[in-house]
């Protein structure tokens, strides 16, 4: 994409509404119904046929107020744009009580990390026991940041929604990934049995450097919502980074995952068939959780575009810049290990092969839609480098128009992966069914 294609649809474009993200109600899919979804059009067509979906706010510098008024256009008189809060000293301890109960994961997750590397040598009730503890921590943090988090939108003035949005979305992006944890420690603890001693100690070192990378990945997401809730007034800058602090680390979380899942997967042997059905199931679990993740991720990087448009152009265009690399660095190495999932499954599955063939085929079509993506995400990047040549104004036409193709783009593929989970979700249901049935 250059410069000339973006402008040249900027004096045609008509203001429109931001559309409501709220997803509709899921029904039944199957994997042809989406074959045309999962390759996205080119960068040129989206941003002429793809209506804005960001609204703009002609602001070079913002902060967010989470205590005192604001003004009834909702920006002060020195330009900064302020969301006031009906009770600060409720939002800061709600952050308080997040920063707290991340605190507690991380504590808890590095009393057990050194643990992890010693269950070759230990029995196997001891290794599962292990594994178990793990996910009772992470369990625990999810139910209590979904409580905060459900609280979070509750607590702010009319017309002043969007500090509550950006946080409960952190929040929520937050205790996706410690879901996709979780059930890859669970999917791994159901395989330790067909694991030899030199394959378990393998996996006890892949599982210690998963746990130990959500531990620090936890803490710096923790060190952030502990910085605002510190503080009555948080710049724009800093609602941001925390922003897409939480959608990078939790991608990261995710990569590491499936990094432990597919060294371990490397040393099975052919399961028997009711060990086969359980393994799909586990498998479908840690599927959905992962286009979970990256379904809020996308949607956090896209909730934080209007604020990122309020600030200076060249600080915008390094917090876009630095989100799409590490955002792209993620997919990417998501897609490979989906792919290489999908290459281990005829060896550990045998004759029972047959019945992952759903599984198989969402999880490629998966691939092909987190690729692409990357694929559109990347080439963004050239337009913003052009950004600072610039004269001011050009450049912040730029800007809006760029904010307004990447929005396009992630919300493309919000609504594929979405409807990829709907058909992982019946998997699921099928898999419990059989299940009850041995």
């Known amino acids: 994409m250059n410069i000339g294609q973006l402008f040249s649809t900027l004096g045609n474009r008509k203001e429109r509404q931001v559309r409501s993200r709220s997803t509709p109600p899921r029904t039944r899919l199957t994997l042809e119904a989406l074959e045309d979804r999962t390759v996205l059009s080119t960068l040129t067509g989206l941003l002429s046929a793809v209506p804005p979906v960001i609204s703009v706010v002609p602001s070079v510098s913002g902060s967010v107020s989470v205590s005192g008024s604001a003004t009834a256009a909702g920006i002060s008189a020195s330009g900064q744009i302020q969301a006031t809060v009906n009770t600060s000293q409720t939002l800061q301890d709600l952050l ?80 996706a990934s410690l879901n996709t944890v979780s059930n890859t420690v669970n999917t791994i603890a159901g395989q330790l049995p067909g694991l030899t001693s030199g394959t378990l100690s393998n996996v006890g070192q892949l599982l210690g450097t998963l746990v130990s990378t959500v531990s620090s990945n936890v803490a710096a997401v923790s060190s952030s919502l502990n910085t605002l809730a510190g503080a009555t007034t948080a710049t724009a800058t800093q609602l941001v ?71 200076a152009v060249s600080a915008a265009q390094q917090t876009l810049q630095s989100a799409i690399t590490d955002l792209t660095g993620s997919l990417s190495a998501i897609s ?103």
């Open 336 to 438: 490979g290990s989906l792919n290489a999932i999908v290459g281990q499954l005829p060896g550990i599955l045998g004759s029972a092969v047959g019945s992952a063939n759903q599984l198989v085929n969402t999880l490629l079509s998966t691939v092909t839609s987190l690729t692409s993506l990357t694929s559109s995400l990347s080439s963004v990047m050239s337009t913003l480098n052009t950004i600072l040549s610039l004269p001011p104004l050009l450049a912040q036409s730029l800007l809006s128009s760029t904010t307004q193709l990447i929005a396009s783009l992630i919300q493309t593929t919000t609504q594929t992966l979405g409807q990829l989970s709907n058909i992982l979700g019946t998997i699921e249901g099928d898999v419990t069914g059989l299940l009850g049935g041995l």
């Open 96 to 175: 308080t009580d997040a920063t707290t109960t991340l605190n507690n994961l991380t504590t808890t997750l590095n009393g057990l990390t050194g643990q992890l590397s010693g269950i070759a040598s230990g029995s196997l009730a001891n290794a599962q026991q292990l594994l178990g503890n793990i996910q009772n921590a992470l369990n625990t943090a999810v139910t209590d940041l979904n409580g905060i988090a459900a609280a979070l939108p509750g607590i702010v003035g009319s017309g002043q929604q969007q500090v509550a949005q950006v946080l409960n979305g952190v929040l929520q992006d937050v205790t």
């Open 241 to 311: 980074n925390t922003a897409v602090l939480a959608a990078t680390t939790s991608l990261n979380n995710v990569v590491s995952s499936l990094n432990s899942l597919t060294g371990t997967l490397s040393g099975l042997a052919s399961s028997a068939t009711g060990s086969a059905t359980a393994l799909i199931g586990n498998l479908t679990a840690v599927a959905n959780s992962v286009l979970t993740t990256v379904d809020n991720s996308l949607n956090a990087i896209t909730g934080i575009l209007p604020t990122v448009t309020t600030l």
